[in-house]
């Protein structure tokens, strides 16, 4: 009864996760939920009213499929200022959530049977994307020594004729490591010269601490015309649940983007839009003071990781996790197929705190904590894991 392209998509391992996380709290059972890769923060309040008086001011119609003309006004005025890089109206497509903006990308990039390559570890959702588009991924080795960072030295034997797109996520879910400018020069300059178009994205763009960010498409103008920027709203304005992200690219990819969302969904909500656009032009105060909590969150995230015998993890600069090193507890899991899975499933079952197998994205010798929750959860969810460990 189902087609191929349905039977060959595995379902996302972080929403199995979280779906469990809710039926165990149903049954009353007191859970840490440290896997979910959501901003605790309410959406801030100017960009609530500005989408309650698009409700008031009837904006419920149909509007333009490539997305309200103000919201992408102020979407180029931001990736200008802010990116130093200069987008048109027209190269500026908004969608449901960045998630959609990728799909829309690939499905106007990739034809079937071409190869997309992901460094591993990978955001999720990457894989079964570029499958449902009939690509096929090719999973990039990279060096837990260079943060997991990907280095043209990685990609050199895996790019083949047929390889037309590189997914690179920066700063990084799930390792939160961030690209110097250096090293994404060098890394997109090897992807340009072989004619590989560079899909970025750049979601968690404002989450950093330490680090500086830089846009790959602000390099330089032949990397711009080859990059698709992918930017939204779901972790920089805590906006996870109206679903407005975008892709901002050539012209000729944004109208191919246009054509696909405008039979596929028209565009998204124009309420949420507004939402996004009250976000970008009156919150930035507070964006600011959501990063500069998540930065003192991950400060004592680290500082009682570090308390924990025998673990290591990824120096997280940016997004809000951190990928913990596991591996040296490879023994104790040596009978279980999977040795993040088997550690977080007993994590949940024996401490009730949940966390990531590295395994959802392609690397089972790590687990991953989402610090996007308050400090007392935090406290309590990383002391309950250091227990667990100290019993193994
Ligand atoms: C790396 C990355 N890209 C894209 C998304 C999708 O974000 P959105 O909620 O805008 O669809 C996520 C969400 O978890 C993410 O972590």
Redesign the pocket.
């Known amino acids: 009864m189902l087609s191929n392209r349905a039977m060959n998509i595995t379902p996302s391992l972080t929403i199995g996760i979280n779906t469990k996380v809710s039926q165990l709290k149903e049954q009353g059972i007191d859970i840490i939920n440290l896997s979910v890769?959501?901003p605790d923060f309410t959406t801030p309040e100017k960009a609530k009213y500005t989408a309650v008086e698009a409700i008031i001011h009837n904006k419920t119609r149909y509007d333009k499929v490539t997305g309200l003309i103000e919201l992408r006004q102020a979407i180029s005025d931001k990736l200008q200022n802010e990116n130093n890089i200069s987008y048109t109206l027209d190269q500026i497509v908004v969608s449901s959530?960045?998630?959609?903006?990728?799909t829309n990308a690939l499905m106007a990039v990739v034809n079937p049977g071409e190869e997309v390559l992901i460094p591993k570890p990978y955001?999720v959702?990457y894989p079964e994307t570029v499958k449902l588009v009939g690509g096929v991924p090719v999973f990039v080795d990279t060096d837990k020594n260079n943060n997991f960072k990907v280095t043209p030295s990685d990609l050199e034997k895996l790019v083949s004729k047929n390889t037309k797109l590189i997914i690179l996520?920066n700063p990084?879910?799930p390792t939160g490591a961030i690209y110097s400018k250096d090293e994404l020069e060098v890394l997109v300059n090897f992807c340009v010269e072989r004619g590989i178009i560079i899909l970025a994205?750049e979601?968690?763009e404002k989450i950093h601490y330490d680090c500086p960010f830089t846009s790959v498409a602000s390099l330089s103008d032949k990397i711009k015309n080859m990059t698709i920027t992918?930017n939204?709203?779901?972790?920089s304005a805590s906006m996870?649940g109206w679903?407005?992200?975008y892709t901002a690219s050539n012209s000729k990819i944004a109208k191919a983007i246009s054509s696909i969302q405008g039979h596929l969904v028209s565009h998204p909500s124009t309420i949420s839009q507004y939402a996004a656009l009250g976000a970008l032009v009156k919150c930035d105060e507070d964006m600011d003071e959501m990063v500069s909590v998540f930065k003192s969150r991950r400060d004592l995230a680290i500082s009682l990781v570090n308390e924990i015998d025998g673990v290591g993890y990824i120096e997280p600069d940016g997004?809000f996790y951190i990928f913990m090193d596991i591996s040296s507890f490879k023994e104790k899991f040596k009978n279980s197929e999977s040795l993040s899975m088997e550690f977080c499933n007993q994590l949940l079952e024996k401490e009730g705190v949940a966390v990531v197998p590295g395994m959802a994205f392609g690397t089972d010798d790590f687990i991953r904590l989402c610090y996007a929750c308050s400090n007392e959860e935090l406290t309590r969810g990383i002391s309950k894991i250091k227990k667990f460990i100290e019993s193994l």
Do not use: P
Not at 232 to 235: L, Q, R, T, V
């Open positions: 890769g959501e959530g960045a998630k959609h903006a990728i955001w959702s996520s990084s879910n994205d979601i968690y992918v939204g709203f779901s972790k996870t679903r407005v992200g997004a």
